[in-house]
């Protein structure tokens, strides 16, 4: 994982909208993501890459009705459904390379009308060898507090339809990984899961959820990742609880380090414990909530902020080499929400601060 150190890239969402939008997303990010290219989320190029639907296909008993993402199980054809899915899930799991059960797998894949990029991604990849490539899920904790049972109640509290949620996502990685690998081989894929919702633990709307079925969640998804080649990263936008990311089994904590980096610092025990163990962390310094304040920000700006977020670490007793080498850089969130020269202004600045850190302490990596 050395050759992350103080590279960048970025969350997925871009804001664009147009017929050309699909090859706009995938120019803007081949000729700007030099190390790690991802494959761009067009939200307002079609709701069908909205965040948590998009990742929804083939997801047994889900359906959509008067505009609610739900699951309806008390079907023939749910009880069909289930059985093939965790028939494909033992074959798929228990195979030593995801090329074995390539045909199984291809079921579950992101097909063009959830992801207008996904292939033209893979087009771009295809004979560049970059070191690594992004790949993402939306997390299973805000997927299953997204969707409901028949009931209406989140689909998280329904241990069935958690765990469809679970490895449904799980599956959707894994495909992913593979559709890389094969383009290209020497590329390492990181998976990101997407996981907004973490930030309202201890919320009114969660006080009954359970920290272990939580961790256990990411876990799934998170070994299934290393175990097939991949490195997984969790990515949380807000002030999180974030115990409980540090503790599952991920390669990667991004966090928006631009507000919450002294939340985050909270938990530099067991920071420590994670970059001792080779952990990375992704700090999304360039701030993606304000199209005004993103304009006006400044090279040295940005270069302060994230200078300032590595010493609330670096108090707490982690030390500042073990940061800079195993740290790497990203916008505080998507950009799907911004104007075009907004996301365009969080793309340069990522991508500058990058250079400049890595300018400003070649001597030490």
Not at 12 to 17: E, K, M, V
Not at 132 to 151: L, Q, R, V
Not at 227 to 244: D, P, R, T, V, Y
Not at 322 to 337: E, M, V, W, Y
């Amino acid at each position: 994982m050395k050759n992350l150190t103080l590279n960048y890239t970025a969350i997925g969402s871009l804001p664009i909208s147009e017929s050309s939008a699909p090859l706009d997303a995938c120019k803007i990010v081949f000729e700007n993501f030099d190390s790690i290219p991802f494959w761009a989320q067009l939200p307002n190029y079609s709701h069908n890459e909205d965040m948590v639907f998009q990742f929804s296909e083939n997801m047994p008993g889900f359906t959509v009705e008067e505009g609610k993402m739900l699951f309806k199980t008390d079907t023939v054809e749910f009880s069909e459904q289930i059985e093939e899915f965790y028939f494909d899930w033992e074959n798929i799991v228990n195979s030593e390379s995801l090329s074995e059960c390539e045909e199984i797998l291809d079921k579950y894949a992101l097909t063009e009308e959830r992801s207008s990029t996904f292939k033209l991604f893979l087009e771009n990849l295809k004979g560049k060898n970059y070191k690594y490539a992004k790949g993402t899920i939306t997390g299973a904790f805000t997927t299953s507090t997204t969707m409901c049972g028949e009931d209406e109640r989140c689909a998280y509290y329904d241990e069935i339809l958690r765990d469809i949620i679970v490895k449904s996502l799980a599956l959707k990685a894994l495909w992913q990984i593979k559709e890389i690998k094969k383009v290209s081989p020497a590329t390492t894929p990181i998976i990101f899961m997407d996981e907004p919702s973490v930030s309202q633990l201890g919320s009114s709307a969660f006080l009954t959820v359970n920290d272990d079925e939580i961790l256990d969640m990411f876990n799934e998804i998170a070994t299934l990742i290393k175990k097939f080649g991949g490195l997984a990263g969790i990515h949380c936008c807000g002030k999180s609880n974030w115990e409980i990311p540090i503790n599952a089994k991920c390669d990667i904590l991004n966090f928006d380090a631009y507000l919450y980096t002294q939340s985050m610092a909270i938990y530099h025990e067991k920071i420590s414990k994670f970059l001792d163990e080779g952990g990375f962390l992704a700090f999304g310094i360039v701030p993606t909530f304000d199209d005004k304040l993103i304009q006006e920000l400044t090279e040295e700006d940005l270069l302060e902020k994230f200078e300032q977020s590595v010493e609330c670490f670096v108090k707490k007793g982690i030390s500042k080499e073990k940061i800079l080498k195993q740290c790497f850089i990203t916008p505080a969130c998507g950009c799907g929400s911004l104007t075009l020269d907004g996301a365009l202004a969080v793309i340069r600045h990522t991508k500058n601060l990058s250079k400049n850190l890595k300018e400003k302490y070649k001597e030490i990596l």
